[in-house]
């Protein structure tokens, strides 16, 4: 369902890195057969030949250097093409110049463990927040401006772009698009803490319907809860640590230490993609976050059942 493979490009950036993949496996590959069959051939010669006299081990010594002059001359060609190779790819990918007017911006920070998605907008009220799970449109450039809050950390997104450091007090862009639909799975690249390999990313790309609808939904404030215990929710949320943390546009939380929760019931992974979005699971990250994912900055909140039970249900209800 996530698409986490670097040898199968759906993004600009993808393409030719995965090319440059292919073509120094090739270069190896040859390399090593050669060596190999030299390598063999020496060891069968070394046994055959008997005679060392001295007017032969002049020829051999003269004919050896030939041979070897003409190695180090196929080998200096072999790693100045490999240079140039990569030089050229990795020139393709850097100097991609994809039209700025019409690009999705996105400022991407991350944190210790998870990725907060600032989707710009020339209009203040366009403008939303969300997180772990980026939508993006299929064909349009993407643009993310990339931050850290804490320590280094990297976006790899294997199938659309490399890698690119969020480095603390220093903005990164990379910009790349993605050329098929689907969904996409990341990973931070650089080690950032005890749950660094539980810092996951998914991007999906949508037509672009799709992706307005979603960008409308995204920008509306939570909706009202329609039921007693869903109401019993939000009011649950909002008088526990919860708020202190967490934002949901259109009701009293406003935090902003962890993720916006405005449409979290739309998402479909929680704690930054590690574990699936279930009533079970929520309820269990909820209570005891330490014992799913430890080092997590996520605090334990212990509610009577029934309250946990409403918050759950309520933030489920978060489309
Ligand atoms: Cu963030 Cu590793």
């Given at each position: 369902m996530f698409a986490h493979e670097v040898?199968?490009?759906?993004?600009?950036?993808?393409?030719?890195?995965?090319?440059?993949?292919?073509?120094?496996?090739?270069?190896?590959?040859?390399?090593?057969?050669?060596?190999?069959?030299?390598?063999?051939l020496a060891i069968r010669r070394a046994r055959t030949r008997r005679d060392f006299s001295s007017g032969t081990m002049a020829v051999t010594d003269a004919r050896s250097g030939r041979i070897v002059a003409a190695a180090m001359a196929v080998t200096v060609l072999t790693l100045t093409g490999m240079l140039i190779?990569?030089?050229?790819?990795?020139?393709?990918?850097?100097?991609?110049?994809?039209?700025?007017?019409?690009?999705?911006?996105?400022?991407?920070?991350?944190?210790?463990?998870?990725w907060q998605a600032e989707y710009q907008?020339?209009?203040?009220?366009?403008?939303?927040?969300?997180?772990?799970?980026?939508?993006?449109?299929?064909?349009?450039p993407i643009e993310l401006l990339l931050r850290s809050q804490d320590v280094i950390h990297s976006f790899w997104v294997p199938a659309l772009s490399g890698k690119k450091d969020l480095i603390p007090g220093i903005d990164n862009t990379l910009r790349f698009s993605v050329r098929e639909a689907g969904n996409y799975e990341g990973q931070c690249?650089?080690?950032?803490?005890?749950?660094?390999?539980?810092?996951?990313?998914?991007?999906?790309?949508?037509?672009?319907?799709?992706?307005?609808?979603?960008?409308?939904?995204?920008?509306?404030?939570?909706?009202a809860p329609g039921t007693d215990h869903l109401q019993r929710g939000q009011w649950v949320f909002e008088r526990s640590s919860c708020a202190l943390c967490h934002r949901v546009r259109g009701t009293g939380a406003q935090g902003t230490v962890g993720p916006d929760l405005t449409h979290f019931g739309s998402r479909r992974r929680i704690a930054a993609s590690a574990l699936r979005n279930t009533p079970a699971t929520l309820s269990a990250w909820i209570t005891n976050p330490q014992g799913l994912k430890p080092g997590a900055r996520m605090p334990a909140t212990v509610l009577p059942a029934e309250d946990l039970r409403a918050l759950v249900a309520w933030l489920g209800s978060l489309q």
């Open positions: 040898l199968a490009p759906a993004g600009s950036d993808a393409g030719p890195i995965a090319t440059l993949w292919w073509v120094f496996l090739a270069i190896s590959i040859v390399v090593y057969v050669l060596v190999l069959g030299a390598l063999c190779t990569e030089l050229v790819l990795g020139r393709g990918v850097l100097d991609e110049r994809l039209p700025a007017g019409d690009a999705v911006r996105i400022q991407l920070t991350a944190q210790q463990f998870w907008d020339a209009s203040p009220q366009a403008r939303f927040t969300t997180a772990n799970e980026l939508v993006v449109p299929v064909g349009r690249a650089e080690f950032c803490g005890y749950q660094h390999a539980n810092m996951r990313i998914i991007v999906t790309a949508v037509g672009p319907d799709e992706y307005q609808d979603w960008t409308a939904r995204q920008r509306a404030v939570a909706a």
